[in-house]
């Protein structure tokens, strides 16, 4: 899926036809990344953040599609039951600044040893070490979404309810290395009977979650489907 003037065109006016600013969502110049300084990025970077958090919610739960619903029938004609058109806008949209966030957070690495070595001379060592690097660059958007979740097994014991958007998979696992989802296979699988801790989205709500891979039950897995957005 590619973006052209077309859609971006069409993607403002679908903002202004929601009664949303459409100026609240940016173009963004990637080659200019580099030349901001670690607090312009980190601004940037929630700015990106809330834009995506907007697109997703909209395409939950005003059009009732994700990234990975069929635009199309069976036999190859745009679907009369969704807003083909809107859904279309909105997921290149999500494309676009998913892109521009991953290419963000590169620089915002190399920037944060630039950040740390200058709060190191500043505060100290102590007081520098209390603001891990790990949490000041987690991604904070959705990468996974809950499908199917089974009565009685561990996925349901959580808390975890269908539509539920994942956005920390046991601590580490994000938007940026989940690998396909490989990565959340791989860590239940390392951890069985371990507790593992869920950042997820739910409308507007952000949950922290214990996904317990003890608990008792008939099933097999963690008792839920897990799909890409």
């Known amino acids: 899926m590619t973006v052209d003037d077309h859609d971006v065109a069409g993607f403002q006016g679908l903002m202004k036809s929601l009664n949303l600013d459409s100026d609240q969502f940016q173009e963004y110049d990637q080659s200019k990344f580099s030349s901001y300084d670690f607090e ?3 601004n940037l970077k929630l700015e990106i953040e809330s834009q995506l958090r ?5 395409l939950q739960q005003k059009y009732g ?14 679907r009369s039951d969704i807003d083909v058109v809107t859904i279309r806008l909105i997921r290149v949209q999500i494309i676009r600044l998913k892109n521009d966030y991953k290419e963000l957070l590169k620089v915002l690495d190399s920037k944060m040893e630039e950040e740390f070595a200058k709060r190191k001379t500043e505060l100290g060592d102590d ?3 209390t603001e891990p690097r790990s949490n000041q660059q987690k991604p904070n958007i959705p990468f996974a979404q809950v499908k199917e979740v089974i009565a009685g097994g561990p996925a349901e014991s959580a808390g975890l309810k269908e539509r539920d958007l994942i956005v920390i998979f046991d601590n580490d696992i994000h938007a940026l290395n989940h690998n396909k989802l490989s990565k959340l296979v791989e860590r239940v699988r390392a951890k069985p009977g371990e507790k593992l801790q869920l950042t997820v989205k739910r409308n507007e709500e952000t949950l922290n979650l214990i996904l317990n891979t003890s608990v008792k039950w008939d099933g097999k897995g963690i008792g839920c489907r897990i799909v890409p957005v």
């Open 65 to 78: 599609a994700s990234m990975e619903t069929n635009l199309v029938t069976a036999d190859g004609f745009p």
């Open 127 to 129: 007081q520098a070490q």
């Open 54 to 58: 907007i697109l997703f919610n909209l």
């Open 40 to 42: 312009q990025l980190s």
